[in-house]
């Protein structure tokens, strides 16, 4: 064991990432390949201070580290919006909170984030925005870190918009193409609504509890400190800001459209740092879940729902990475579904497992891409003899999200099984459900991209830095490299929770990071060999369905197309979500409203204005009209009149 990691160096962690993208910003911008160094070495730096970090930890029996308050800033009552807002004395502290949840977060995200920066020195190769893409990725990787790191629920909300920030920047970092530009403003308006409710949740516990501090909230929901109505709202609220950024039905559909962004920044999202962001919320405030039961189960049942609604529309998606988005809003779904069901651990053992498998698969669907030139399924097949080391791992990578046994993805997947079979039957049969189709599918994309004859690429398709793709051919060692290393963790992460050491793996460290009382309210995983065994029949008939189909092509899957018809057709609409929101709510909703609006005011508000001043004008002039009556003789006499007037008040007011 280490010794305990100073708080000087945790503040490290934080600051690594925000002074590499000063550094590059301001000192390396136009020396492209230095500001790729200057973020790896950042990151690099901090990965290696989060193990420190979670070393500590797990010396500490899962506990929190012990570190200090700085205190920032008060604002008394006397202060107007305070009196408006009828909240109690501001005062904002800064302090960050390592227990077993957030270490084991620092670890997959500067992991993750650094086998990432990594491939991009090779994927951005050439791209004119080089140096811009490793400052928006530092900045993005530290706002993750922050949101992770701080007790405070308000700091957690400015680093939660600040990677809000950073996807928006990332998700449109091609700007010149409209398609990524409006991905971009899709992603950050759609999460705002989510985050709507998060910031009202805030201000809710502030004004009811008077802290900001998440272990004295904790504690205030555990002993039942708050009504139990203000507990559920408070829930309520969180979770709203979870489905936003973790992608949750039904505000997803902006998780499919960020795939406009570069590859890397695909991995990054989808494996360690927004997406994650909600499901981490939701646990770092499980005690409050706890409390209400219909906070729970809301969770539970929008994240089993979102699990085979997504599911569903990635086993007819053609793009690779559009199927692979699909399958991160499934397995957030199977997370949140954990969460509702009393699976806390096994909701954050899938998270960590999850990282790594599907940035594998990320990765590894860049490197498809950098060969042919696509991410059209359709025009890729037979990559695998030109590219062995990337179908080599992307097949571990989908064993792994198949939760194919010994694989990552077989034990904390079947951990989220055995909660939602304590828990809630129907949810269990769901969960099933989505393992066939999960198998299914990540498979169709192994045989439809791998297997077969090559159908020929498409070289208009590639980007600036594939001006080369077209030839299929395997791609340079600075890509397939972090292939390898995040193949090892797709294999093997799973046994840091083995069945036979649970209280010695991730379980022990993350029943830590909560009060005593709301620990022992946990679904205490247990291996069920039925289950297991169940599960896995599963995987294997969607893998052996996907074979059937796309390899050995003894059904046609256009057959199957024809015969599901109308199903069919409304799966690939992707259930019309999309048109739902962009014709319904926003053209006849959205803008209707606004337009209506907008013609009541000009046609009352503006309109009624010059007209009411006109008609005003014109009724003076009919009142005076008498006066002008076009007589000399009556003009003089009222002359002569005020002339007598005048003399006589001037008079008067001498003799005073």
């Given amino acids: 064991m280490l010794p305990d990691i100073p708080e000087g160096v945790v503040w490290a962690i934080l600051l690594l990432p925000a002074a590499s993208m000063l550094t590059i910003t301001f000192l390396t911008k136009p020396y492209p390949r230095i500001s790729g160094y200057v973020t790896i070495a950042a990151i690099g730096t901090a990965f290696l201070f989060s193990l420190w970090a979670l070393d500590s930890v797990i010396a500490s029996d899962g506990h929190a580290l012990a570190l200090g308050t700085h205190h920032w800033l008060s604002v008394s009552t006397d202060n107007q919006v305070l009196q408006t807002l009828g909240g109690p004395n501001l005062s904002i502290d800064l302090a960050l909170r390592i227990d077993g949840l957030s270490a084991i977060m620092l670890v997959v995200v500067t992991g993750v984030s650094l086998v990432v920066q990594v491939y991009s020195q090779g994927y951005m190769d050439g791209d004119t925005g080089y140096s811009r893409y490793f400052a928006f990725m530092s900045l993005f990787t530290g706002a993750m870190l922050g949101l992770v790191m701080f007790d405070s629920i308000l700091m957690v909300y400015v680093f939660w918009e600040l990677v809000g920030l950073g996807s928006y920047l990332l998700i449109g970092f091609w700007f010149h193409k409209k398609s990524a530009a409006d991905a971009a403003k899709k992603a950050f308006l759609t999460t705002r609504l989510g985050d709507v409710g998060f910031l009202l949740a805030i201000l809710l516990i502030w004004t009811k509890a008077d802290t900001f501090n998440i272990p004295l909230i904790q504690e205030i929901a555990q002993r039942h400190e708050l009504s139990d109505t203000v507990l559920t709202l408070f829930a309520f609220g969180v979770f709203a800001g979870a489905v936003g950024k973790s992608a949750q039905f039904p505000l997803h559909v902006w998780l499919p459209d960020a795939m406009e962004g570069p590859t890397p920044v695909s991995a990054l999202i989808h494996a360690a740092t927004m997406v994650a962001a909600g499901v981490y919320l939701v646990a770092r405030m499980y005690p409050v879940f706890q409390v209400s039961e219909e906070a729970l189960k809301t969770v539970a049942y929008i994240g089993g729902f979102t699990a085979i609604f997504a599911a569903s529309i990635g086993i007819v998606v053609t793009d690779i990475k559009r199927v692979l988005a699909y399958s991160t809003i499934s397995q957030l779904g199977y997370m949140m579904l954990a969460l509702g069901t009393g699976g806390y651990v096994a909701a954050i053992f899938h998270l960590f497992t999850h990282a790594f498998f599907k940035a594998l698969l990320f990765l590894g669907s860049g490197s498809v891409n950098h060969a042919s030139g696509t991410f059209d399924m359709r025009k890729m097949g037979g990559l695998r003899s030109y590219m062995p080391i990337t179908y080599a791992t992307f097949v571990i990578g989908s064993l792994s999200l198949a939760g194919v046994v010994p694989f990552a993805g077989f034990w904390s997947k079947d951990e989220i099984l055995g909660a939602a079979w304590a828990d809630d039957k129907l949810l269990f049969a769901v969960a099933m459900a989505v393992v066939f189709m999960t198998a299914f599918y990540s498979f169709r994309a192994i045989f439809m991209t791998f297997h077969g004859e090559y159908r020929g690429g498409e070289v208009a398709e590639a980007t600036s830095h594939d001006a080369h793709a077209g030839q299929p051919h395997e791609s340079p060692l600075v890509m397939t490299l972090p292939l390898l290393i995040l193949a090892v963790p797709a294999v093997l992460a799973g046994f840091a929770n083995f069945p036979n050491h649970a209280t010695e793996g991730i379980a022990h460290l993350l029943e830590g990071a909560l009060p005593e009382s709301s620990a022992e309210g946990l679904h205490k995983a247990s291996f069920n060999i039925g289950i297991a065994a169940a599960s896995t029949v599963l995987a294997l ?64 508000v503006v309109d009624g204005a010059v007209n009411g001043a006109g008609s005003v004008t014109r009724r003076v002039g009919d009142g005076l009209r008498w006066v002008q009556s076009g007589s000399v003789q009556a003009y003089g006499s009222v002359g002569f009149a005020g002339l007598v007037l005048t003399v006589f008040l001037a008079l008067l007011l001498m003799e005073r």
């Fill in 541 to 604: 008939a969607g893998i052996g369905l996907a074979y059937v189909v796309y390899e050995a092509k003894a059904i046609s899957a256009e057959s199957l197309r024809r015969a599901f018809g109308p199903v069919h057709t409304l799966v690939s609409r992707k259930y019309y979500m999309d048109e739902l929101y962009e014709d319904g709510v926003v053209r006849r909703g959205l803008y209707g409203v606004l337009c209506a609006a907008a013609q009541w005011f000009d046609t009352n």
